[in-house]
């Protein structure tokens, strides 16, 4: 009898562990929200991409006699805009601006912080002091606020919206990146690593960064629909992206005037910007509790 179970269980197929990255993709596919939104925001990002190739109208070219023109008007299936230019077209080109300046800084933030925050959180002492006491004074003023500052004084531009919000997302991703690697620091691993005689980059290397990337991944992907928010916010006063260029935010302050002729044209922009953060917010949500693997 022993025998026969030993063949069945040697002849039976094991399956392979899983493992966390193929379970976390696993949890978010049952996830039907997640999966909605991340359809959402991929055909976002590939119109945007593969704008030129859509066979659209020149977004930048406009027509007098063709202002302000309804939904649905023949060869302009989202009417025009104050200008004349195929609405279309521009809510599809303006999505290149509007998702690169909204998702590059929280990008550069999330190497700048995670570095900031790592090297804060394990060296401790002074280090720790000074690298935080900067931080905490960013943390002095709302984000809104700041980034409306530091682009007011550099200046309006596609770059110089980038550094502000870039600045302005560092700090809290620095905060978390520090208290993540101050949690792992006193774990026995790290002391057994220490007792080996490794150095601190190589401790840090092999042994820290692959244990608090993925909290601070999950928080920095929270900020993504913020940051959108922010720079569709910067261009709507000015000091973001310049005309004639077709950004949302950009849009909503040209197309300000025709509220009361063209109530639903006007509104356009705004509908891109709330269905696009709220996928990105959803999305982020779904790959929390994806990663959440204690629960």
């Known amino acids: 009898m022993a025998l026969a179970e030993t ?7 094991t399956e392979k562990p899983q493992g966390y990255w193929a379970g976390v993709g696993a949890r ?8 909605i939104c991340l359809v959402v925001v991929l055909l976002l990002i590939l119109s945007a991409i593969f704008a030129p190739y859509l066979g659209l ?12 023109k309804p939904l649905g008007t023949e060869g302009h299936l989202l009417g025009t805009d104050e200008q004349g230019r195929d609405m279309l077209a521009r809510l599809i080109y303006g999505g290149r601006l509007t998702l690169f300046i909204g998702l590059m800084p929280v990008v550069l933030a999330f190497f700048i912080g995670s570095a900031l925050g790592i090297v804060a959180g394990y060296v401790g002492g002074m280090t720790n002091t000074i690298i935080m006491r ?24 596609i770059v110089n919206s980038l550094v502000s919000l870039t600045i302005v997302f ?11 690697t101050s949690g792992v620091r006193a774990l026995d691993y790290i002391d057994a690593a220490r007792a080996t005689g ?17 909290p601070i991944f999950v928080y920095a992907t929270s900020l993504t629909s913020v940051c959108m928010i922010l720079a569709a916010g910067l261009s709507f006063l000015g000091i973001g992206v310049r005309p004639p260029e077709p950004e949302w935010g950009l849009m909503l302050n040209t197309l300000r ?7 639903w044209l006007s509104a356009l922009p705004g509908v891109m910007i709330f269905i696009t953060s709220l996928c990105l917010n959803l999305l ?6 994806a990663m959440n693997v204690r629960d």
């Open 7 to 13: 063949d069945a269980m040697q002849g039976g197929k």
């Open 28 to 35: 978010v596919v049952r996830d039907p929200v997640s999966m």
């Open 57 to 68: 109208p020149d977004p930048y070219k406009g027509s007098m006699i063709a202002r302000l």
């Open 134 to 157: 900067v931080v905490d004074v960013f943390f002095a003023f709302p984000s809104v606020l700041l980034a409306i500052a530091i682009s007011g004084a550099l200046g309006a531009g």
């Open 170 to 180: 560092i700090p809290p991703i620095t905060r978390v990146a520090e208290a993540v």
């Open 198 to 214: 490794a150095s601190a980059l190589t401790v840090i290397r092999v042994h820290v960064i692959g244990n608090v990337l993925s």
């Open 257 to 263: 005037s025709a509220i009361y002729i063209n109530p």
């Open 284 to 289: 982020s949500d779904g790959l929390r509790s």
